[in-house]
């Protein structure tokens, strides 16, 4: 056993997943928009590498800050003719809060402020 009653067993696992939401692999365009390090507003378009209800995985040039808050946009799909007009962009705030630089590329962690799911 070892300290706070954890034996050497399980202590040798790997973590469970934590999230919430499956993740799916798909590649969606999206215009960010944000605060830079200089206070200004910035937008940028960039790709969701992966998404799940809860957050995603942000791929964009700039630099940005963890625990920053950011606006993603994305086009809906296409309106039918036999259904009520709706919005044809749709906003999702998010807040940064993991980033990783590969290759000249920022990813971003993203928490979403409120999930898909709603």
């Known amino acids: 056993m070892r300290?706070?009653?954890e034996?050497?067993?399980?202590?040798?696992?790997?973590d469970r997943e934590r999230r919430r939401w499956e993740?799916?692999?798909?590649?969606?365009?999206?215009?960010v928009r944000g605060i830079n390090g200089q206070g200004r507003e910035f937008v940028e378009f960039c790709t969701l590498i992966n998404e799940s209800a809860g957050g995603a995985l942000l791929a964009i040039?700039?630099?940005v800050r963890r625990r920053s808050h950011v606006s993603l946009e994305m086009p809906s799909a296409p309106v039918l003719g036999n259904v009520k007009p709706?919005?044809?962009?749709?906003m999702?705030?998010?807040?940064?809060?993991r980033i990783m630089t590969v290759d000249g590329w920022t990813l971003c962690g993203?928490?979403?402020?409120?999930?898909?799911?709603?």
């Open 3 to 5: 300290a706070g009653g």
């Open 92 to 97: 999702i705030r998010a807040r940064v809060v």
């Open 7 to 14: 034996n050497l067993a399980t202590a040798n696992q790997p």
């Open 23 to 31: 993740r799916l692999s798909l590649a969606i365009p999206v215009f």
């Open 86 to 90: 709706r919005q044809t962009v749709r």
């Open 61 to 63: 040039r700039r630099t």
């Open 110 to 118: 993203l928490k979403f402020a409120r999930p898909l799911t709603q």
